[in-house]
């Protein structure tokens, strides 16, 4: 059974880091894509950024690139994200999702299509 927890969300100032980290188990490194999504109130849920941990392949959304990094440790079965120069508008609740990962360059086809394992979320709160 493929299983996601997501932790380290809270409150933060504007400018300032969090980390957040996805526990993952039930499926292989090897085998699968994991990515961050986001859903701010009001607002569609939206790609944050995704990562081929065997590979080491990553994309981010226009909006996070430069302040946003992903990673993967293989031998903990984690994913992070580490969040910098956080805004107001990076408020959301932040889930981490899996799913197999596709052949050569449509590796990160279900991070546009369709993710089909997800968490239950974290809530970031960017606030002075």
């Known amino acids: 059974e493929v299983q996601l927890v997501e932790s380290g969300g809270g409150l933060v100032q504007p400018g300032g880091s969090l980390t957040l980290s996805c526990a993952t188990s039930?499926?292989?490194?090897?085998?699968?894509?994991v990515a961050w999504f986001r859903q701010a109130p009001g607002k569609e849920r939206e790609g944050v950024s995704v990562i081929s941990p065997i590979a080491s392949k990553t994309i981010y959304a226009d909006s996070v690139k430069g302040r946003f990094t992903i990673s993967a440790d293989n031998a903990k079965n984690t994913v992070y994200l580490q969040m910098n120069f956080l805004k107001a508008e990076d408020t959301a609740v932040y889930y981490c999702t899996a799913n197999l990962a596709g052949s050569g360059d449509a590796w990160p086809a279900a991070y546009y299509y369709g993710m089909d394992y997800w968490g239950k979320g974290t809530l970031v709160t960017v606030s002075s």
């Open positions: 039930g499926f292989s490194f090897d085998d699968y894509i």
